[in-house]
């Protein structure tokens, strides 16, 4: 495209909320009147919008946040709970933090499981009805158990379903290596509601297929694209079970085995030398602005510090992670002092147990401090279309309308507010009453990097990240500003 | 992120818009119930919910436009008007449409400028305050014309604007290289905006800077980003002139000049060997389905074939065009049979001439079809956030209030219709009184790979393409079946 011209719908929204006479006067005069206000009962007032305004500017100008996640995704990297990246990361986001001025920064202690790949895992398709012997792209799933230092060979039986596996008598599964070949839908809109549709096989499948005797399970990569890229992620075994080797192959080499499985028998060998240790300390990294007004009423803004270790954690949740933090520093930067406090954690062990979600809930549930209000962003660092609000119930609805009001000031933003889910990290604020918030970035291409080698800085966008920051920030500023009630 | 779960908002909407009964029936009713038809008034009826849904399904599920894609970004590449590259594009897209059974598909003729860069560009800095002498990231711009074959050097003087180079002296310009350094907007939250705000430097400064003696002009690159690609593009001279050298540097490299510039004297070597070859034959590539009850009655959908030499041309606009036919072989596998001609044009020459857009509207304005409205997508193969439409009159405004009721149907998808540009080729249909409109595709990401190398299919998303691919026909569908009057 050469060129392109379209109305500023800033602009436009500034206007229709204003008075007939300051239209006329032309919106210069606006700029200098700010103690003007329209229609109180509308829930805001024109200097919102300018505020608003003020927030995306600073954010799309700026490229700290980006250099921030361009560290924790390229200079420490993968960040697996227990590991000495992890540990890194707390100590930067934690020095981050410090220089920002707030009112308080600190470490939150809290337990976290270990768990290891190891060496780099082997998959091969060694007997097959083409009589291809194929190397297979695959990874290891979180707490897969490991091979012996020869590996294993075993016949392959594809299933779609946990049902399907369900119904397969014992004997036949014996021994055998079980694959969940199940593709996420391509047709879902919104890639989380695929990823929900498909990601039991992930986290139960292994589970269940060694308790009916298999010796080992793969798993078809959560991705709706068809390419070369393994993800991995967190698969379930109690405590009392000695977890079978559980792999995810990328979608390539699943559409390609499930080919050979359609043709005859298959025969794969595997190894992995995975390894679980003991749990080891870690923290959540908190830091907050204190309100002037309601300094024990707390808003929390979330992402997880803790990530996959295949690539940089960048969309998954280092975005999180420097959106929170850059929230404050705007804050700072263009003075807002907030009434209430509003509190950054970069929360330690989501992917593999939560401990740091936990740790956080505990705390608040014994605190004098309210929790008002959390909001994660864990949804990746893209363009944000809007803001989901989690609940159903009459308090929520009520709060739900206040906010709805506001979606004019995020009209010209292409955002807005809407109900939907929030995030895992927070989650054990909602017994507390806490109002629940999710960042809602645009989907299409999460699962691209999703839990992969892929989630660098590199697939990250410094204008889409910051429209983030600029989206929590403005709607922090809202609630803060005329509350829930 | 772990997981997350969120409201079908397709179902939400649905149920809206349903009787009573019917939802307390339960959803799975209303697909058995087809002929159910809810307040006419309301521009719609449920049916055209479910038949864009089944749009939307079936191109999220197909990769048929991104393969189409690939080959004209990767296996044909960069496709400048008048290259091989543009003939092959044209003879590829005339053979992909000859598979789709459509009703008629045919090359229509325009004569193209012919502009080739020649051997690669050379700008360094040889003189400067802080003693460095740096190659700088440099790409001539489109029309430019060459050095010798030793190329030259100047003192270089840096501007912020046409007007401010208009204030300089004669005497002060003459023998000189001109550096037009003004960034493009990070604030402006449509980057096309801000692309619009700066491009002037690059479209008319090299020749207002020859007209005052300079021997050369130095651009900085259109692009938010600062990085190290040199963006091209065309900048204009009259017939009668001969061009000076005019090159674009990476907006790093800029930034390192200015730098220097700011502490003293810089003298650059630039060497290019750009030339301008006579006019060549070329094609716009049309294909259509014909309509059932108004054969006559035109509706366009466009994109331009031809790109920058640079980069493979994906997303500008080899996404467009494999949009433009992938609506008509979406409708042709829904089985729809529209009741006005769909037309989708490949138009040839966007880039530096407007040639085809000039040839296929000379067409129009004497053929005794009625072109009721043109859309075009050449924004990128981004996340489409809705279609865009054009004017201003009362007429217009009739019709856009039509089209808006719409919007509820594209609710579920995040998608609506605006105000806003069009396109460049279908421009041309503008004084026949069509209805312009334009695909409006987030642009965060757009002036990352803008006339660049880096416009190739790795920075394309194929469900991001898709849902371009399902809007456009979603819209179309409409249009076609309510008519705008």
């Known amino acids: 495209m050469a060129s392109s011209t379209s109305k500023c719908s800033y602009l436009r929204v500034m206007k229709r909320r204003m008075g007939h006479i300051l239209v006329k006067l032309g919106f210069c005069l606006v700029l200098l009147s700010m103690n003007y206000t329209v229609n109180a009962q509308e829930g805001y007032t024109d200097d919102d919008a300018l505020f608003i305004k003020s927030l995306f500017d600073k954010s799309l100008s700026s490229d700290q946040a980006y250099l921030w996640l361009e560290h924790l995704s390229e200079n420490i990297g993968g960040r697996l709970s227990g590991s000495s990246n992890a540990a890194k990361a707390v100590q930067y986001t934690k020095m981050v933090m410090d220089t920002l001025n707030l009112s308080r920064t600190w470490l939150q202690n809290c337990q976290v499981p270990v768990w290891q790949r190891g060496e780099k895992e082997e998959v091969k398709i060694i007997k097959s009805p083409s009589g291809k012997k194929i190397k297979l792209n695959a990874c290891a799933l979180g707490y897969s158990g490991a091979t012996n230092s020869k590996g294993i060979q075993a016949l392959v039986i594809e ?18 290596i079980v694959f969940f070949n199940r593709p996420m839908s391509r047709t879902e809109l919104r890639t989380f509601q695929a990823y929900g549709g498909a990601v039991d096989q992930r986290v139960f499948g292994p589970q269940k297929a060694m308790r009916k005797g298999a010796v080992a399970a793969l798993i078809r990569s959560m991705t709706t694209q068809i390419d070369e890229y393994p993800h991995t992620g967190t698969t379930q075994f109690d405590d009392n079970e000695t977890p079978i080797p559980a792999i995810s192959i990328s979608t390539r080499d699943a ?20 390894r679980r240790l003991p749990d080891a300390a870690s923290h959540n990294v908190i830091g907050e602005i204190k309100g ?14 803790d990530s996959w270790d295949l690539g940089g954690g960048a969309h998954d949740d280092g975005a999180g992670c420097v959106q929170s933090i850059d929230v404050l520093r705007l804050f700072k930067e263009v003075g807002y002092q907030p009434k209430h406090t509003i509190r950054a ?18 705390y608040a549930k014994n605190s004098t401090e309210k929790h008002i209000v959390a909001l994660e962003s864990d949804a990746g660092g893209f363009t944000p279309r809007g803001i989901s609000c989690e609940g159903d119930d009459a308090v929520f609805l009520k709060r739900f309308k206040k906010m709805n009001a506001w979606n004019d000031l995020l009209e010209p933003y292409d955002m807005r507010i809407t109900k939907g889910g929030s995030g895992a990290d927070i989650s054990t604020l909602k017994p507390l009453g806490t109002f629940m918030m999710g960042l809602r970035p645009d989907s299409q291409r999460y699962f691209d990097y999703h839990h992969t080698s892929r989630d660098r800085i590199s697939s990250v966008n410094q204008r889409e990240l910051a429209l983030g920051t600029a989206l929590i920030a403005s709607v922090i500023y809202l609630i803060d500003k005329y509350g829930l009630e």
Chains 1, 2 share one sequence.
């Open 292 to 305: 002037s007004s309601y300094p024990n009423e707390i808003m929390v803004l979330g992402g997880h510090l």
């Open 345 to 362: 954690i970069m929360y330690m062990n989501e992917e593999n147990g939560l401990a740091g979600g936990k740790a956080y809930g505990e």
């Open 255 to 274: 559409e390609l085995l499930s080919k050979e499985i359609r043709m005859g028998s298959v025969q794969v060998f595997l190894k992995c030398a995975c």
């Open 159 to 176: 299933v779609k379903s946990l049902e399907e596996l369900e119904k397969l008598p014992a004997d036949f599964v014996k021994g055998k």
